[in-house]
């Protein structure tokens, strides 16, 4: 509860950077890694993660292992939506994703992304965190 009031302070006091087309391609990326994990395709999830992420979990086998045992619900999502959105910096965001898991039950989930050099905005980190009231 503490975290997610933390959460809300920090996405209304952060000055706003992004255009349409920036959101648009840093949820394209958590959209194509959730999209990936549903349809079983782990290298394309794992194509998704930054280069910090790669450095801890350095191969696929660790990262699906990461995975599959502490994200179910991003692992194999029944539906998920877009919430807020908040570029931290020109190359770093935050968004929130609304995510209900296999087991029916409502999750929220706190991504970080980070543009690459190569112009495309890669996962740095999930925060999750299950909640009664997120879904309509």
């Known amino acids: 509860m503490r975290r997610a009031a933390l959460f809300a302070c920090l996405l209304m006091s952060l000055p706003a950077y992004a255009g ?6 840093a949820q394209d990326s958590i959209s194509g890694q959730l999209h990936a994990f549903r349809s079983g395709n782990d290298a394309t999830a ?3 993660a930054a ?13 699906m ?3 599959t045992g502490a994200y179910k619900p991003v692992h ?12 931290t910096s ?14 029916g039950k409502d999750y929220e989930a706190v991504y970080t992304l980070e ?4 112009g495309v905005w890669r996962i740095t980190g999930v925060s999750l965190r299950a909640s009664n009231s997120l879904s309509t």
Do not use: H, W
């Open 20 to 25: 349409e087309a920036e959101i648009k391609a």
């Open 115 to 118: 543009l690459q050099p190569d």
């Open 76 to 87: 194999k999502p029944q539906s998920f939506s877009f919430g807020k959105f908040q570029e």
């Open 51 to 63: 280069p910090n992420v790669k450095r801890i979990f350095p191969t696929l086998d660790t990262f």
């Open 90 to 103: 020109p190359t770093s965001i935050v968004q929130q994703v609304i995510i209900v898991g296999a087991d």
């Open 65 to 67: 292992n990461m995975v």
């Open 46 to 48: 794992y194509s998704y």
